[in-house]
């Protein structure tokens, strides 16, 4: 191992050490306005900055503007509740790379079905309550159609049911989303590592000077490449559900 190498396997470790582990317990449990909002993203999210100092993760305009474009559920009397801080955390791993048609896209059915609070603040409580039985008994529909597609697939004993309520909220959405990034960190950084060590064989015929900025290079284009395919895959996934599929 060269010392180029050691050096972007300690920036890689600073990487995944500061990684932001937002759990739902870190979320303020009452609601906040804007300015209580931004502050917790911006000392939260720190851990993603290249300028921690400078940067600004999710601004005021930004929040605004998502939800003006319907990618997040309106504020109720200007504050916003845990289900929006899980949503916006969502959005903000999403923003670099989709745009907020795509966002929308993928965040709306989510919002739909799963939130408690009201996509349309207008509407009154016994049209939301209405709406959410609703959304419930289709989630129930579902699962019984599931439970009689498996007993006719498989010829085994059926298990004891399930003790769940079927009522899944965002609460138990973002849970699960995270706890499995986080089982995941691990294996990503060890991917990365097998790319530095591909850079490392990378250019060995050309002059010892040269090899440190082609070495590096080398591995940005790897890098880039496995970006590039896991967008174009995004992306597919997200024209499917736009259309109303599922791969």
Known sequence: MNQHSEEMRRELDKIFDSFPHIHTTDIPGIDLYMDQVTTFLQENLRGLSRDPEDDKFLTKTMINNYVKNKVLIPPVKKKYSREHMMLLIMIYYMKSFLSIGDIRTIITPIMERYADI?????????????????????????????????????????SAESSESGDLRI????????????????????????????????????PEEDRPVLQRFALICRLSAEVYMRKLFIEKLLDELSRGRFL
């Open 171 to 206: 609460y138990d959405i973002y849970e699960e989303i995270f706890n499995e990034i986080e089982k995941q960190l691990p294996e990503i950084q060890a991917d990365i590592e097998r790319s530095i060590d591909f850079s490392e064989d990378a250019f060995m015929d050309a």
């Open 118 to 158: 009201p996509l349309d603040p207008k509407k009154d409580a016994a049209e939301r309550k209405r709406e959410q039985a609703e959304r419930r008994r289709e989630q129930e529909k579902g699962k019984d159609a599931d439970r009689k597609k498996k007993a006719q697939i498989t010829e085994k004993e059926p």
